[in-house]
């Protein structure tokens, strides 16, 4: 089955999230099941810089306006078409905002322009290769659906994804007739969206199908909670929504292998993380006691809950916990996250900044992770933690629900449990499942067997390939 996807970056290209990992890793992971992907993605100046001898496959002179090329590049083994169109893309900056971290004010235009290419190589246009099914990504690839819809393209099945509905690409009302639609689309039906143009709105009306990351997220997102302005638009596609929860690419995140840490183990060798942890210790100045070491990697925000946690530090230095702290972004929660640090030397060590290699340390030498997200699409650090027998310690939400069985009386005596849960995400409720973590602790034999657990979790794409496969032919079979 020929797929073409849709994203606005795809690792090993381009990566600022969660994103790019799973537009990078479809590819071979459906190629199995018998996809032929090739993966539509802007030709930012990282991006063309990463690209040898490609292969011209469509010229375009008036994409918006500007004009584009389309080129072919074959990378570990995926193909990728770059949409190189230096008047949209080639801008110092990152992929959505400039070098001061505003958003460029013409977004709308750039990832219209995306979406726009990939309508017209669904259309056929490019000439050797037409697709038999569209796969888009967030809200800068959700007008792919809608151009497909409002223009005459031979009908043809699409997927959108959400990722993270709380980035919507919502514009004012001006930006409609740069976009090249015709009138009609600007309607309750099309991207009208309270009076402004809604990307990801759009492409919730006229994608064949929808998928969140996890199945938990989609249904949280029926509602208003969740759901930031789309719960009735996703609530009246609900026949057409599928959660489907991410893989994590085993090879990189593999105990047994990991240049990034200091000792290999697997699940009989648990002892070794003793080195790791070693390593912990002596990084961050920490005391060298037998307490639980718990370790935080992540975007510092409101949702991924950082205030909670900086409102949590004394106690769990009370209860005789030690924490380590990775991770960038709001400055007054770094602020709060620092002071909290400088009042418990020997307690809490924190390292600011984006550190890949820490990152896979923190997992291989701390005791549980800890993840107070208020929303979570899917996650990926719970996931890494359970591969890594670093116990998830997680807020009851989204994907965290989904992958982390909860540690309570019945999954102890079933040997099930792989971390804990805790709801509501609150402070209070942070304290009380960092409580049950030290207690839970305490019983070396049990903890040990929650991590073998966790250890033995499917977590590779495998699963989760099958059911987007399952879905493409169902969608390609019925001939919609
Ligand atoms: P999101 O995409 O919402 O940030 P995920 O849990 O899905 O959250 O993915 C976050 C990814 O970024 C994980 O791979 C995590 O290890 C990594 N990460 C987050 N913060 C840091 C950091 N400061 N240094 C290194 N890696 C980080």
């Avoid at 479809?26 to 063309?48: E, I, R």
Wanted: aromatic share 8%; glycine share 10%.
């Amino acid at each position: 089955m020929r797929v073409l996807s849709v994203a606005s970056e795809v690792f090993p290209l381009i990566k600022t999230g969660g994103l790019a990992d799973v537009a990078g890793a479809l590819p071979a992971a459906l190629k199995p099941y018998g996809a032929d992907m090739k993966t539509l993605l802007p030709g930012y100046p990282s991006v063309m810089s990463k690209v040898r001898d490609p292969e011209v496959r469509l010229v375009l002179n008036d994409l918006l306006g500007e004009k584009a090329t389309v080129l072919e590049v074959t990378i570990d083994g995926a193909s990728m078409l770059i949409l190189d169109a230096p008047a949209f893309y080639r801008r110092a900056g990152g992929p959505y905002v400039d070098e001061t971290g505003k958003d460029y004010p013409d977004n709308w235009r750039r990832f219209g322009a995306l979406s726009l290419a990939g309508a017209l190589i669904a259309e056929g246009g490019m000439p050797g290769w037409r697709p038999e099914l569209v796969h888009v990504h967030d809200w800068q690839a959700a007008l792919t659906p809608v151009y497909m819809r409002y223009r005459p393209t031979p009908e043809l099945p699409s997927v959108l994804t959400i990722h993270n509905i709380a980035f919507q690409g919502q514009f004012g009302l001006d930006a409609f007739a740069g976009l090249e639609l015709p009138p009609h689309a600007y309607s309750v039906e099309g991207v009208e969206y309270y009076g402004d143009i809604g990307f990801l709105k759009g492409g919730l009306q006229t994608a064949t199908a929808i998928t969140t990351v996890s199945p938990s997220y989609a249904l949280e997102i029926l509602t208003p909670e969740f759901g930031m302005g789309l719960e009735g638009v996703i609530a009246s596609r609900m026949d057409n929504l599928h959660g489907i929860v991410n893989g994590i690419d085993a090879d990189i995140w593999n105990p047994k292998t990991d240049p990034m840490i200091a000792r290999h183990y697997d699940s009989s060798t648990l002892k070794e993380r003793q080195r790791n942890r070693k390593a912990i210790v002596e990084h961050f100045s920490l005391d060298d006691d037998d307490g639980p070491i718990f370790c935080v990697v992540s975007r510092l925000t409101w949702q991924k809950g950082m205030d909670l946690l900086a409102g949590s530090v004394e106690e769990i230095v009370a209860m005789g916990g030690k924490l380590v702290i990775l991770g960038a972004g709001d400055a007054a929660l770094e602020g709060a996250l620092l002071s909290a640090v400088a009042a418990h030397p020997g307690r809490v060590g924190m390292a600011v900044g984006y550190n890949e290699p820490m990152s896979h340390l923190m997992q291989a030498g701390c005791d549980a992770i800890i993840i107070p997200s208020r929303f979570e699409p899917c996650g990926l650090t719970q996931l890494y933690g359970l591969r890594y027998g670093c116990l998830p310690i997680v807020a009851r939400t989204g994907g965290l629900n989904d992958t982390v069985i909860d540690a309570n009386h019945a999954a102890i005596q079933a040997k099930v449990a792989t971390g804990v849960q805790f709801s509501p995400v609150t402070t209070e409720g942070l304290l009380q499942a960092m409580r049950r973590a030290m207690h839970l602790f305490e019983d070396r034999k049990l903890w040990t067997q929650m991590q073998k657990q966790g250890m033995k979790s499917d977590i590779s794409w495998g699963r989760s390939a099958e059911r987007y496969a399952a879905l493409y032919s169902s969608l390609v079979s019925k001939g919609m």
